[in-house]
């Protein structure tokens, strides 16, 4: 499987150090692409990566790429993308998966038509501990659940991408889509009311929120996340005959399961990992060669919950990202 990584920051360096360790496994890092050629020539020879690109659009072009990973800025997605589909790469893509909720139902739509492959790269919903988890609730551990609480938050309020609007900046889409996930990964979507604020950066992008969900079933969700404080990063998954704590949600450590009384009656820590990353490439890899058109851990009608979710949230806290109102259709050159 050799995967082309489109955009080459931080989570470019991680994957790649990632694939590095998989090739055992028939994981390649293949190309890399950035719109500055001295970054990608320095990413090319850093990770023995066989072809360097300073075009998106010249990578994507090339045939021996079977999957292109974008680790480009949110507002990017929606176009880079297209760029993809148009030219049958198969794609997996970061979170927040496009800026909106109609940005995703087009991509997802036309990677349908044209039988791509395509999903998220919301590290969380791959990892085997999130079967470890379900199975817990699935047998009545903690007994009918009735709430969940979860928590992310780091000082990332410097970076660029994230204080600039026009780069669909704030905490929500980088850090809230994690609590968010976790609240649907084990309560579902079936939500009935939203309540959400926020504060506010000096260019009316969220700097940290409070989210509240209340779904069908009378469970709640009540989920904070932050871009300029250190946070517990903790979830929890609240029963009427106990509790699971989860530490750090972003990448799960360790499960502490606790009794109705408080007590602690079991500790699970996670297996050994690489990074956490080689899940979502491995079930990515799988599906492709299967003739899949989306993963199972993260399939098209999720992606499009989150997304849903994601635009009611901005909603509730008055947060607009600049065009967003303009329709971003794609000129595709196939019927």
Known sequence: MNIGIMGLGAIAHTLAETMNRMESEDIHLFA????????????????????????????????????????????????????????????????????????????????????????????????????????????????????????????????????????????????????????????????????????????????SDSITLVYSDNTIATLTCSMSSSTSRIGTINGNNGYIVVNNINNPEKISIYDVNNHLIREMRRESQISGYEYELRECRDAIMQGAIEPISMPHDETLEMMAMLDKIREKMDIKYPNEDKKLRWRFRFS
Not at 55 to 83: G, Q, R, W
Not at 164 to 180: N, R, S
Not at 195 to 203: G, H, L, Q, R, V
């Open 32 to 207: 890399c692409a950035s719109r500055d050629e001295n970054k990608a020539l320095a990413f090319k020879e850093q990770y023995h990566v066989d072809k360097a690109y300073s075009s998106y659009e010249d990578m994507v072009k090339d045939e021996d790429i079977d999957l292109v990973y974008i680790a480009t800025p949110h507002s990017e997605h929606y176009k880079n993308i297209m760029l993809c589909l148009e030219n049958g790469r198969n794609v997996l893509c970061e979170k927040a998966f496009t800026v909106n909720e109609r940005q995703a139902k087009e991509v997802i739509n036309y990677a349908r038509s044209k039988k791509i492959f395509l999903a998220e790269a919301i590290w969380t919903r791959y990892m085997p501990i999130r079967k470890v988890i379900n199975d817990l609730i699935a047998n009545n551990t903690i007994g009918k659940v009735k709430s969940v609480t979860a928590d992310l938050g780091y000082v990332i309020n410097k970076k660029k991408r994230l204080v600039d609007p026009h780069l669909a900046g704030g905490a929500l889409l980088d850090v809230g889509i994690y609590p968010l996930n976790f609240a649907s990964m084990f309560l579902g979507n079936n939500v009935t009311k939203v309540e959400a604020i926020c504060t506010y950066t000096d260019k009316h992008l969220d700097d």
